[in-house]
């Protein structure tokens, strides 16, 4: 395909997603009825679709409107080529550009808009971040960079840096995570390595690693990953302790990566079903990794700032809180629970603890980590709490 022609698909892929289909299901869904393509028009149908998502409000400003086409007129004129050598260029490019639409557009100047966040989140990211708010809402205009964790247990980070970079994948060691590497060239050809087939390193961002880090947990203790999904952090837990760790999710299906993930890895992680969980009680820690907003991984997920509402952030909400209260009746006596999210929102961490704390006698915070949203790694929220 042609740049234009990709730009094309990248409109078409736009308007469905404006209709109301979650970006990586209008991405299959395009990819299945447009065989021809190979998977470098693919690779770069995401990037446009993903570039125009994290800035939407801001190119829509710039493109003067909010559908497909107008998104990527408006990404054009931020980033080049020149409009008019794209629309109307022939072959399976956009059509030429209407009189109206080639009238000068004018970025927004209202913040929001600048944050590229809807007007209602934007107190809340500023009342969250302070006085970094829009340096860091215009960082989540960037690409994420790929993180990987090295599985210590199985290779030290300089031979899994030496393995990966035999098959020209460039890594760099992270600075705050010591299972972390950056990879700085070739992201697309992990998932083919050996060192990633062979289970020495697994995709996982660098905050969540600096969290499982975190955690103070010993060899032989017995620890419950509650809301587990894929197991991204009981896999690292497993790795950390050399020993098995539980893992429970109320829907089932997200857990059936583990045991995949769990061969490659030689790591046991033992899955629970809901029924299974107070049965298996009492645990040592128990790790919330709530279902949340997703606010500090927005640069990896854009569609979804445009999907939250008020109305979801506050069922959001109720059900972080019931998670914990649950959660804490699993946690022995002394034991310690660990409630995090992936959310920079006041109101999806420390509303939620401190209403957790307030009624529940008995319970206290022993540790805090707040990850803003940075180039290094995606935001993350942790309160570490003891069960007296
Ligand atoms: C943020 S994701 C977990 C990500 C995972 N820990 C990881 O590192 O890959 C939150 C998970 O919580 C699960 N969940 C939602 N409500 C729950 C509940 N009431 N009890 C347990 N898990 C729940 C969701 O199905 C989802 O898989």
Redesign the pocket.
Known sequence: MTPAARLAAAIDVLDDVIAGTPAERALTHWARTHRFAGSGDRAALRDHVYDVLRARRSLAALGGGDTGRALVLGLLRRDGPDPLTVFGSGGHAPQALTPEETEVAHPPTNEAAMADLPDWLWPLWQRALGDRAMELAQLQLQRAPVFLRVNLSRISRAAAQASLLAEAVTTQPHPFADTALQVTDNPRRVAASAAYLDGQVEVQDAA?QIAVARLPVDPGQRIL??????????LALADRLGGPVWA????PR?MADIAPRAARAGATIKTLA?AEVAKAAPFDLVLC????SGSGTWRRTPDAKWRLTPERLSDLNT?QA??LA?AATLTRPGGLLAYA??SVLLEENEAIVASFLSGHAGWSRVDRLLLSPTADHDGFQMSVLRRS
Do not use: E, N, V
């Open positions: 969540s990953d509650y809301c587990a999904g894929g197991g991204g952090k009981a429970h999710d109320i829907d997200r809901t990794d709530a279902p949340c059900m019931d998670i649950t999210t992936c």
